[in-house]
């Protein structure tokens, strides 16, 4: 699965242009990339691009992967775990779609703090986005809702810090001010 992040994200992602909505600038996903990631994700060893999509090699974990000889230095495995972020974006007002992984709750069982990421699953079925896919989310006024596989838009400022967890790395934080089930 991690042999096919890319593809991931581009069937998931939620192209939503770079328009202004309000305050806040829209951001897609692919923004929050350095070119020199995409195009080392674009470009994967010839050992991931033998492997069918949806046959049992495709359900590699990052254990099986390591087996297929890909060096931690290539470009491709780098990219899967870069941090390299884009630094005008820190402290803006921004807003970006995408899905829920929750990561803390109050009492009431509201979300409080999440890892909003590109596509439903990331982090809990699949191996998690690399950090710069994935944005560490708080939030005062929380979210519940019961439906994680929606995605919402995400209203806020984003900084160029990063937030580790067991479910994940990302290299973005954003305090939100402003969470809304996605709409076109």
């Known amino acids: 699965m991690r042999s096919h992040y890319l593809l991931n994200l581009l069937a998931c992602l939620l192209l939503v242009g770079n328009a202004q909505a309000g305050n806040y600038k829209t951001l897609e996903w692919l923004d929050l990339m350095p070119k020199s990631d995409l195009d ?3 470009n994967p060893p010839e050992a991931l691009k033998k492997i069918q999509d949806g046959t049992a090699e ?7 992967l390591a087996s297929l000889n890909i060096p931690a230095d290539h470009p491709y495995q780098k990219a899967l775990l870069s941090t390299k972020i884009i630094a005008e974006y820190n402290n803006k007002k921004v807003r970006i779609p995408g899905f829920v992984v ?7 069982q509201v979300i409080t703090s999440f890892f909003l990421v590109p596509y439903f699953g990331a982090c809990i079925h699949q191996p998690a986005p690399p950090p710069n ?8 006024k929380g979210l ?11 209203e806020g400022t984003i900084y160029t810090q990063s937030k580790d967890s067991e479910l994940g790395l990302s290299a973005y934080t954003m305090k939100a001010t402003g969470i809304t089930p996605y709409t076109e």
């Open 40 to 42: 080392a994700l674009l």
């Open 58 to 64: 495709d359900e590699l974990s990052d254990e099986s």
């Open 102 to 108: 929750p990561l803390e709750f109050d009492d009431d």
């Open 133 to 140: 896919q994935m944005i560490y989310i708080t939030t005062e």
């Open 144 to 154: 519940k809702t019961e439906v994680l596989y929606e995605p919402f838009w995400v």
